[in-house]
């Protein structure tokens, strides 16, 4: 499996008490093609800087997920049918930053 990162935007009628149920069907979702949610980060609501489908703001969530590569076609089509899902764009999660090897000094050998 893959280790992926998704920016969704949730509809701007989201109330703050319903953010939990729309990270969690996004996560069943994810469930439901054989992944894994990792890891669900909270950005708040944001203006656009348009007005998109009537739409002038979203609340905005980073979710991380491990799923195959071939099934993240099949979960971006399930997010499309939820009302609750506004956008969402998914990338391959950046790969941790290298450890540096060397005392420390900072003196080049």
Same mark, same amino acid.
């Given at each position: 499996?893959?280790?992926?990162?998704?920016?969704?935007? &949730?509809?701007?009628?989201?109330?703050?008490?319903e953010?939990?149920?729309?990270v $969690?069907?996004? /996560?069943? $979702?994810? $469930?439901?093609? +054989? *992944?894994?949610?990792?890891?669900? #980060?909270?950005?708040?609501?944001?203006? &656009?800087? /348009?007005?998109?489908?009537?739409?002038?703001?979203?609340?905005? *969530?980073?979710?991380? &997920? @491990?799923?195959?590569? +071939?099934?993240?076609?099949?979960?971006?089509? /399930?997010?499309?049918?939820? +009302? @609750?899902? &506004? /956008?969402? @764009?998914?990338? %391959? %999660?950046?790969?941790?930053?290298?450890q540096?090897? *060397? #005392?420390?000094?900072?003196?080049? $050998?």
């Amino acid at each position: 499996m893959n280790k992926y990162e998704a920016m969704v935007i &949730f509809r701007e009628s989201l109330k703050d008490t319903e953010w939990d149920g729309a990270v $969690e069907a996004v /996560r069943a $979702e994810i $469930e439901k093609l +054989d *992944g894994k949610l990792t890891s669900s #980060t909270r950005l708040g609501k944001r203006e &656009f800087a /348009r007005p998109m489908q009537k739409q002038t703001s979203g609340h905005y *969530g980073l979710v991380a &997920f @491990q799923l195959a590569g +071939d099934k993240v076609s099949a979960l971006l089509a /399930r997010l499309k049918l939820n +009302d @609750q899902v &506004f /956008r969402v @764009q998914v990338v %391959a %999660a950046p790969a941790a930053a290298a450890q540096k090897k *060397g #005392t420390g000094d900072g003196v080049a $050998e």
